[in-house]
Every structure is written in C-alpha cells, then in structure tokens.
C-alpha cells in the first residue's frame, strides 16, 4: 500500500525568506513522487515530479524538491517566498506499476508581506 | 492549448436525485482519473480509464457510483441514490499512456447533496 503524509497543516513565511513544505512517504516499490499546488476555487496544478535519476528536481515558479530515499521524504522548497505563493499545497505518490495516486492532507502555506 | 474542462462546475441537488458529471480531458490523453476530495483533505482517487476501458476502479465508493468513456475521449461519472456523504469537489485529471506521466486536472465539479 501507497501512503503519503504531509505533518504539517500549515506553514507560515515571510515574504523574501526561504520555506519548507515537508511530505514524507511509504510504498512497497519504487516511488514516483508528485508536488501540485491548489488556489481558492481553482483545480490541482503541477509543479514537480521525481521519476528517477537526480535526487534534487527542480519545477515551476522556482519551486524544488529532493527526494531522500533513506529517510523517504521528498519535501517542497524555494530559496525566497513570494506573496503570490501562498496555497494550498499537495504532495501524491505513485508506487511503481500502480494506476491510482494517493494525496496527502495537504498544507496551507501563508506568506506575510 | 486547452486543459481539462468539467461540467458542472457546481451541481445543487437533493437526497436520493440521479447526478452526471462530465469531464472533457486533454486532447490526446489517453488516461483519464476521477479523484473525489472532501473539505479539508487530499484527493481520493475513484476510478482510471485506459482508453474506453476502467483499468481500475478500486477506489469507487459503492455501486451508486459509475463512470463511463465510451469513445476513449469525454468522460461521465454518475452517482445514484446520492447522500449526503456524497456531497464533495470531483476532480478530473488526465494525461498520457504511461503511469510516470504528470496528471494534469481540471477545475472540478462542486457536488452539495441537500
């Protein structure tokens, strides 16, 4: 079984510093790993994914994730925060060869200007 | 070019009333998942389709809940007898054939079962 945990239900910054939006995981296989980011009223959209090869992947809006495989993790971050960041944040995995992804709860970013 | 569009974007209806949610996915995708999510949680995932087959629908509820894709295009969910409990925000997502492809979703219906 896919399970996915996101310990945090909020995260507050300030604007200009750096942030962290944790997600650890368990699967029996191979992860494949998935970051989307969700507005008010607004559907999931993607921001980055691990599949394979380098740990640190890098997405959208100067988003990135490193994928630790010893301490199964795979947390969000971004060198400087943006007013305009502030969302609702998921982290999904995939176990190799499964169909369905599974999401975490979710955290609620809020960056103060 | 165009994402994935859903229709309604909010269905009102009664306790025990026939819904059909329909989900228009990316040109050329041939997957397609309908994902349930409740206030304040994740998305859940309900059912995938290959083409015009459902390739699994491990995460369907009950067997109020159906879905169909007869043409490997649109997709429609329908919910019977709906509850109460039904009441949530349905996502579509779709993407290309392989299972490392980013799911990429539409708006979502808002479904309030009164």
């Known amino acids: 079984a896919q399970s996915v945990a996101q310990p945090e239900d909020q995260v507050k910054v300030a604007e200009g510093n750096p942030l962290t939006v944790k997600c650890t995981y368990s699967v029996s296989g191979n992860p494949y790993l998935f970051w989307y980011v969700q507005y008010p009223n607004r559907g999931l959209q993607f921001l980055l994914k691990y599949i394979t090869g380098d740990n640190l992947v890098k997405g959208s809006y100067g988003f990135e994730a490193e994928f630790n495989k010893s301490q199964t993790s795979f947390h969000l971050k971004k060198p400087s925060a943006l007013v305009s960041d502030s969302a609702l944040y998921f982290c999904a995995v995939r176990d190799q060869g499964n169909n369905d992804m599974r999401f975490g709860a979710g955290t609620r970013l809020t960056v103060k200007p | 070019g165009a994402g994935v569009s859903q229709t309604p974007s909010n269905k009102v209806t009664e306790k025990g009333k026939y819904v059909e949610l329909r989900c228009d996915p990316i040109s050329g995708h041939t997957a397609l998942y309908w994902y349930r999510q409740s206030l304040g949680q994740g998305p859940e995932f309900l059912i995938y389709f290959q083409g015009t087959g459902a390739a699994d629908d491990s995460g369907l509820p009950n067997d109020r809940f159906f879905a169909v894709r007869p043409e490997g295009s649109v997709s429609t969910l329908k919910i019977q007898r709906t509850e109460r409990g039904d009441s949530a925000v349905y996502l579509c997502?779709?993407?290309?054939?392989?299972?490392?492809?980013?799911?990429?979703f539409g708006p979502g219906t808002r479904l309030t079962v009164l």
């Open positions: 997502a779709s993407s290309t054939r392989a299972n490392t492809d980013t799911q990429y």
